[in-house]
């Protein structure tokens, strides 16, 4: 079982920044992808980044070029970095993982963002 706990949500105005932090119950070496999604109400959830054990990122194209993922392997911890915010990025965010071994997603248990105009 892996635990995932999100923080750094909050409320911010447009063009202001927030970085989102994602702990893992678990070493972040035995997990594969790390990722971040987005659900806005009355809308799908939608992938934001993900990152590879590696290192390796995706970066969905209304976010490129504000939005950064990172890890930290040593902290057990993925990160996102979130600058440059629109109204359009408020949604609640979820981390998301997948155990190398384990078949299945986990998933924590979200954090708001609230971008004002």
């Known amino acids: 079982q892996v635990h995932l706990v999100e923080s750094g949500g909050g409320l911010v105005q447009a063009g202001g920044a927030l970085k989102l932090s994602c702990a893992a119950s678990?070493?972040?070496?035995?997990?594969?992808?790390m990722g971040w999604y987005r659900q806005a109400p009355g809308k799908q959830r939608e992938l934001v980044a993900t990152?590879?054990?590696?290192?390796?990122?995706k970066i969905a194209d209304s976010v490129r070029g504000r939005f950064t993922i990172s890890r930290d392997n040593s902290k057990n911890t993925v990160y996102l970095q979130m600058n440059s915010l629109k109204p359009e990025d408020s949604g609640v965010y979820y981390c998301?993982?997948?155990?190398?071994?384990?078949?299945?997603?986990?998933w924590g248990q979200g954090t708001q963002v609230i971008v004002s105009s």
């Open positions: 998301n993982a997948q155990h190398r071994w384990v078949p299945g997603d986990y």
């Open positions: 678990i070493s972040t070496l035995r997990l594969n992808d």
């Open positions: 990152i590879s054990r590696g290192g390796s990122t």
